[in-house]
């Protein structure tokens, strides 16, 4: 456990988006809920875009929807939200 456990304290809940549909073997996200275990809880998402049929309207609301929805679907009243833009190679 870290040294910055602290067993009177609830987990706090996260909601991880991840650039791609979410995998449970993802690397960046299992090292952080190895590093905050027993602080926080992890649930992965993808973004949503992947999910929108072709010529189907595409904004950051849709994002906020499956955001709000992954976190009723856990049963989240509050919650964290972390998400990373995909990095660009270099030209």
Do not use: C, K
């Not at 275990?37 to 993808?46: F, K, R």
């Not at 009723?72 to 030209?91: C, E, K, T």
């Amino acid at each position: 456990m870290p040294p910055h456990y602290r067993p009177e304290r609830p987990a706090e809940q996260v909601i991880w988006i991840s650039p791609g549909r979410p995998h449970p073997r993802n690397t960046s996200s299992a090292a952080v809920a190895h590093e905050l275990a027993g602080l926080a809880v992890i649930t992965q998402i993808g973004l949503a875009v992947w999910d929108t049929a072709p010529g189907e309207p595409y904004d950051l609301a849709v994002e906020v929807d499956a955001a709000s929805a992954a976190a009723q679907a856990h049963g989240l009243s509050r919650f964290h939200l972390v998400g990373f833009p995909l990095a660009q190679p270099s030209r």
